[in-house]
């Protein structure tokens, strides 16, 4: 089966430092993964994603990504935090069997303290 | 925005009500999908349409019902709800080797 998890419900960093927001996955195959970001009361937006390649991958905002696969692992980093970072992010894969569907994580929570 | 619109962004409605939910999108995406978000939980897949035809049915209790009447236009119609359909309803659009494009949601609360 096809799944994602996101271990951190939450996620806590000064503005200015690293942050990482973790995702691990189980796939048959290899792995299509996506990064999106839910700012309160809209839709997801997506940031990045990964099909083949390098496995440091850049997105919008300044965000990148890096797919190991020894441990099924697709991170989501950013350099320096900003305030306005402060959203719920979920890391999603693609079912190779079933390109319709798609498998979320429960999403975490980021707060950028000023 | 992303290209995908729906309406309306919220609703009220009683558990003997009948309303429906509206979906757009003109990116010229042939895949549409339906989702449910309930707090602190994964999203959950509802439906899925293909080129206007159903492929995913996710054990959607039938007090959901979608209808795709072309590739632009995606609908929910909502009847005898319980209060624990209370969620927000996000639909996406997409093609196939590429990422969805979610429209704001519907805020739905069933009293």
């Known amino acids: 089966a096809q799944s994602v998890a996101q271990p951190e419900d939450q996620v806590n960093v000064a503005e200015g430092n690293p942050l990482t927001v973790k995702c691990t996955y189980s796939v048959s195959g290899n792995p299509y993964l996506f990064w999106y970001v839910q700012y309160p009361n809209r839709g997801l937006q997506f940031l990045l994603k990964y099909i083949t390649g390098d496995n440091l991958v850049k997105g919008s905002y300044g965000f990148e990504a890096e797919f190991n696969k020894s441990q099924t692992s697709f991170h989501l980093k950013k350099p320096s935090a900003l305030v306005s970072d402060s959203a719920l992010y979920f890391c999603?894969?693609?079912?190779?069997?079933?390109?319709?569907?798609?498998?979320f994580g429960s999403g975490t929570k980021l707060n950028v303290k000023p | 925005e992303t290209g995908v619109t729906q309406t309306p962004r919220h609703l009220v409605m009683g558990m003997t009500n009948k309303k429906s939910l509206k979906c757009e999108q003109h990116?010229?995406?042939?895949?549409m999908y339906w989702y449910k978000q309930s707090a602190k939980k994964p999203l959950e897949l509802m439906f899925v349409?293909?080129?206007?035809?159903?492929?995913e049915n996710n054990s959607v209790p039938s007090r959901f019902s979608p209808e795709c009447p072309n590739s632009s236009h995606l609908f929910l119609h909502l009847h005898t709800l319980q209060p624990e359909d209370s969620a927000l309803y996000l639909c996406?659009?997409?093609?196939?080797?590429?990422?969805?494009?979610f429209g704001p949601g519907t805020r739905l609360t069933v009293l």
């Open positions: 999603a894969v693609r079912d190779i069997r079933n390109f319709n569907k798609f498998y």
């Open positions: 349409y293909n080129f206007k035809e159903q492929t």
């Open positions: 996406a659009s997409g093609t196939t080797y590429n990422e969805q494009f």
């Open positions: 990116l010229g995406h042939n895949a």
